[in-house]
């Protein structure tokens, strides 16, 4: 990371997606709420919907309309059980899709878990200008993708190239 360049806060959603977690039991959509606000960016938004696709496309939907969210992170559903929507919701919605980072997060989970990083389907995209990032929903999983990857994208003193740089040309045509 440089430091010549000035940091520049980000506004980020975060998506807690499960059947079963509720404010007081959201341990990932917390841990991912505690590293950005550390890190220096803004939660624009934190929700908590069911695994179901098109609630969750709902309010994915509303923030890529947001021009104040620059990000989204969601938090489960990524897996391969018959629950499991995720992907399957947000990859409709992209505009382009970053197929690195699913590569590189699974690399990264395989050192940590070993093959069992084989169930994760995670991945991200570009939407209307938004950046689009969907973690499984275990908070270690959550750690990993911020720490070893989002944290550096989404700051733009990261050389020689990050996310967040790229934002202002995300809508060129």
């Not at 939407?127 to 689009?132: E, R």
């Given at each position: 990371m440089s430091t010549s360049r000035q940091f520049i806060p980000l506004n980020i959603a975060i998506l807690t997606i499960s059947?079963?977690?509720i404010e007081d039991n959201d341990t990932s959509g917390k841990t991912l709420v505690a590293r950005l606000t550390t890190a220096g960016h803004h939660k624009a938004d934190k929700v908590i919907v069911p695994d179901d696709i098109y609630q969750i496309r709902a309010i994915v939907s509303a923030w890529i309309a947001n021009p104040e969210i620059h990000a989204i992170i969601t938090t489960g559903g990524t897996g391969v059980t018959g629950r499991d929507g995720t992907p399957e919701a947000i990859q409709p919605l992209l505009?382009?899709?970053l197929e690195g980072f699913g590569e590189l997060f699974r690399h990264l989970s395989f050192e940590e878990i070993k093959t069992s990083s084989l169930h994760s389907r995670a991945l991200a995209g570009v939407?209307?200008?938004?950046?689009?990032f969907c973690l499984p929903g275990s908070s270690g999983a959550c750690r990993t993708g911020w720490e070893k990857i989002l944290q550096a994208q989404l700051d733009y003193r990261t050389r020689p190239c990050n996310f967040a740089e790229m934002m202002p040309r995300l809508l060129e045509h």
């Open positions: 059947d079963t977690r505009d382009k899709q939407a209307n200008g938004t950046y689009i």
